[in-house]
Nanobody, 127 residues
Framework: VQLQASGGGLVQAGGSLRLSCTAS????????MGWFRQAPGKEREFVAA?????????YSDSTKGRFTISRDNANKKTVYLEMNSLKPEDTAVYYC????????????????????WGQGTLVTVSS
């Protein structure tokens, strides 16, 4: 599975961005998906996850209420991360990830749970 992330850029604090991650596989709907991020000098951290059917979602404490993860299984084979009220501490490279053989309605928050990763897209939030 190849994942192509896009949508990053430079935004002022308080602004919004929407990240997209498109998968190459026809069986996209059977993959649980997640977003992670890595800031300079820090370890990769969990941001948000969604089950393969979209019925379950999970967020990190730092993004809950500001970020929304969603997916389009039918047409675009894409997972989205809508980011609102952005803060300078949200600055990072954002990675999407996919996990096959996912259990129905399960979400996965550990990086080790995922087998496939996108190339990352840089989000910079200025103060």
């Amino acid at each position: 599975v190849q994942l192509q992330a896009s949508g990053g850029g430079l935004v002022q604090a308080g602004g919004s961005l929407r990240l997209s991650c498109t998968a190459s596989t026809r069986s996209f709907s059977k993959y649980a998906m997640g977003w992670f991020r890595q800031a300079p000098g820090k370890e990769r951290e969990f941001v948000a996850a969604i089950s393969w059917g979209g019925s379950s979602r999970e967020y990190s404490d730092s993004t809950k209420g500001r970020f929304t993860i969603s997916r389009d299984n039918a047409n675009k084979k894409t997972v989205y991360l809508e980011m609102n009220s952005l803060k300078p501490e949200d600055t990072a490279v954002y990675y999407c990830a996919a996990r096959g053989q996912a259990i129905t309605s399960s979400v996965y928050v550990q990086a080790d749970d995922y087998s496939f990763w996108g190339q990352g897209t840089l989000v910079t939030v200025s103060s």
